[in-house]
């Protein structure tokens, strides 16, 4: 088999044509925000997410274009929340992916518009009859991306990390943000092939809880990135974190104790893939990979 | 039957009971987005939507814990749109429904959330099997309130309005801005009893006319109480749009142009209920309500 970064970037590839083929054109009365949209999601991303919806459907012999299209709601569902993050009264972020944000490109009704119109358009690529001939799978798929995009996941975890400032959150408290914040569309993305596939609930449970290791896996990277990393390799401004004065894992358990935690997770993470009753080399790897990048 | 008025009102608590229980509770260590969400859409509003979708209903002789379910969806859409529609970056209202906007009550980060979450929750109430047992309705009812809200609705509409500031738009334009942001979702209201009593193709079709007559004599009439309203009945500042430059279909056809355009509508709209094969009296009563309506 191709070395995962070239397997990614296949990936990536199949993604941005769907993208492209599934947002509207920059035509009509609203064409800015058509504009907008194609440049909040189009060109960019690792799409970490997609890759993971489609390692998940290949264990259950989902055929791709179906999960190309829960790809592209959940990439739709992840790039409107970047593009929200990224606003005056949020992040206040000036760039993202190493170009102006949207609001700074466009500005800032037309970001808030983008993001709307965005989940929208996530929603309606589920609901499809394309995405899948069963309609209870297709509603199925709705229902668990509008929960972990919802209140109880991605939005409420923002709403916690937005209070947190300032605040000295405890290990619970920054595990639980971390959960909802990008836990729960990490753990839709690994689920929703077993969707598809219409696997047993024991498999996706074990799928869920892979997802959850390795979203915790991924932020304690990116944590101790942010203390030990290098700059010119990351591209963002290190020590950022600590300069905010926001809880981390690492702040809270030390580089070495959260290096251990990394470990505990490794294995953990595996152990639940060995309860699925096939070989998941490809969610293996991405383990190793998100744990040992070093952007 | 009771009075129009009367039966709005019953309506409109049976969804205030369904939006609370539907609404996460303000706990967890996200209460603050939870409190925000009910403050955005418990305790007001003539819910109109609610009520289209409800006489939808009856019409195709739908349970109505089914419609109410879809009622809330509605309501969600238009409560979201409402919180991000009154944000500084777009129309910066201080006021809703007489009392502090969201966005001032609570913060601005807040009130963005806010929005994104009642969107996410919208459509996990339509994808819930407890909305209706197909789970084919359950997805139809997804994608086109998905569309409905989208760049090819709701939002391309508000995106549309953005834009139209300082600007002459012509009467084409006007009308195609409130089809889009006004309109789409009425007309999801409307169908969207049809799509629940698996009514013909035919039946959604004259509905969704008929919505599109209604909301536009909707928009004249409010564009009308603007210019020739009594402020202390209509509650708001009058002459708004004429003092921000906004074309308006009064300041394009004139006052009797408009009022003409209004009567055009009403045996527009009549005519399409006609071609239901029942009697739609409760539609064509709220059509005399909103025509007739001084606030």
Do not use: W
Request: aromatic share 4%; hydrophobic share 50%.
């Amino acid at each position: 088999m191709a070395p995962l970064a070239e397997r990614m970037a296949a990936i990536a590839e199949a993604i941005e044509i769907e993208l492209d083929r599934l947002l509207p054109p920059a035509l009509g009365a609203q064409a800015r925000l058509h504009e907008a949209m194609r440049y909040a999601v189009l060109g960019g991303g690792k799409r970490l997410r997609p890759f993971l919806v489609m390692a998940g459907a290949e264990l259950f012999a989902v055929p791709a274009p179906r999960a190309i299209r829960v790809s592209v709601a959940v990439e739709l569902i992840h790039g409107y929340s970047l593009v929200h993050d990224d606003l005056p009264a949020m992040d206040d972020a000036l760039t993202r992916r190493g170009r102006p944000s949207c609001h700074r490109r466009f500005d800032e009704a037309t970001a808030i518009l983008v993001g709307d119109a965005l989940q929208s358009l996530a929603f309606e690529v589920l609901a499809d009859p394309a995405t899948h001939p069963k309609a209870a799978v297709r509603c199925s798929l709705v229902q668990k991306l509008a929960v972990a995009a919802g209140s109880l996941g991605m939005s409420g975890g923002q709403m916690i990390d937005l209070e947190a400032e300032g605040r000295a959150l405890g290990l619970e408290q920054v595990l639980e943000l971390q959960r909802l914040k990008t836990g729960a569309l990490l753990e839709f993305a690994c689920e929703a092939g077993a969707l598809l596939g219409d696997a047993a609930a024991a498999a996706r449970a074990a799928l869920r809880a892979y997802a959850a290791d390795l979203g915790l896996a991924f932020q304690i990277q990116d944590d101790l990135l942010d203390v030990t990393g290098d700059a010119a390799l990351t591209g963002k401004d290190l020590g950022r974190d600590q300069a905010a004065g926001k809880a981390t894992v690492v702040g809270l358990l030390g580089i070495d104790g959260a290096r251990r935690r990394l470990h505990d997770l490794r294995v953990s993470a595996s152990r639940h893939l060995d309860r699925l009753d096939r070989e998941a080399a490809v969610l293996r790897e991405v383990f190793e990979f998100v744990i040992s990048r070093s952007n």
